[in-house]
């Protein structure tokens, strides 16, 4: 919870066993409890909401966004240069010590 953040009180019912339960796993305050199941369901909503945008709008008909990349200056062949493995090699003992 954001400290200074505007607080409402709320009055309802929900189901007892599940509150009963989640006060006994959690330990935490009902206002705690509401916080949480808020922010989850908040976040669930969100990511919800971007999924539909992405498909109304996918990525691949945006011109700005499916552009293609161009060809890397050195093409890779599947061999790896004696100048990189020892550079990385290099980099592996510093780590270490």
């Not at 908040?42 to 700005?64: N, T, V």
């Amino acid at each position: 919870m954001v400290s200074g953040m505007k607080r409402v009180r709320i009055s309802t019912t929900v189901d007892a066993w599940r509150l009963a339960r989640t006060r006994e796993m959690s330990g935490l305050s009902d206002s705690q409890l509401l916080d949480r199941a808020l922010a989850a369901l908040l976040g669930q909503l969100e990511h919800e909401r971007e999924i539909a945008a992405l498909e109304r709008h996918p990525y691949d008909e945006d011109p700005q966004l499916s552009w293609e990349s161009p060809a890397t200056p050195l093409p890779y062949d599947g061999n790896i240069p004696d100048a990189v493995v020892q550079l990385a090699q290099q980099r592996r003992a510093q780590r270490q010590r």
